[in-house]
C-alpha cells in the first residue's frame, strides 16, 4: 500500500521568496512521484515527475523536485515565487508499471504574498 | 496541447438518480482513468480501463459505479443510484502508456440533493 503526506495543507510566502513544499511517501515498491497543481476552477496539472534515473527532476514554471530515497521525500521547490504560482499542490505516488493509480496527498495551498 | 474534456461541469440530481458523466481522453491515450475529490479531502483512485475492460478499481468503486467507452472517441462514468455521499468533484485522466504521467480534465462538480 502506498500513502503520501504532505506537511503544511498552507503555506504562504512573499513574492521572489523560495517555494518549499513537502512532501513524504510510502512504498513498499520503487515509486513514481509526480507533482500536480490545481488552479481554482481548473483541472490538475502536471508540473514535473520523477521514475527513473536522475533524482533532481525540473518541470515547468520553474518548478523542480528533488527524490531522496533514504528520507523518502520528493519535496518541490521554486527559487522565485511568482503571483501567479498561487494554488493548491498535489504530490502523488504510483507503483511503477502499466496503468497504474496515483495516491495523493491531502493538498498544499500556496498563497503568494506581494 | 490537446486536453482531456469533461461534460457536464456541473451536474445536479436528485438522490438516487443515475448519472452519467463524460469525458472525451486525448486522442492517442491507451489508459483512462476515474478519480474524486470529495469537497476538503483528498483526490480518490476510482478505476483505471484499458483494452475495454478495467485494469484497477478502488473499494469506493461499487456495484452502484460502471465505467463504458462506447465509441472511439467517449468514456463515461454512470453511477446507478446516487446518494448524498457521491457529491464530489469527479476527474477524468488519461495517459498514453501504462507508465506515463496522467493528463486530467477540469472535473465535472456532482451534487446530490
Redesign the interface.
Known sequence: AQSVTQLGSHVSVSEGALVLLRCNYSSSVPP?L?W?VQYP??????LL?Y?TGATLVKGINGFEAEFKKSETSFHLTKPSAHMSDAAEY?C?VSE????????????TQLTVLP | EPEVTQTPSHQVTQMGQEVILRCVPISNHLYFYWYRQILGQKVEFLVSFYNNEISEKSEIFDDQFSVERPDGSNFTLKIRSTKLEDSAMYFCASSREGNQPQHFGDGTRLSIL
Open positions: 513514481y509526480f500536480y476552477n481548473q483541472g490538475l496539472q502536471l515527475k521514475t498535489f502523488a511503477s508499471g502499466s496503468a497504474r493509480q496515483l495516491t495523493f496527498g491531502s493538498g
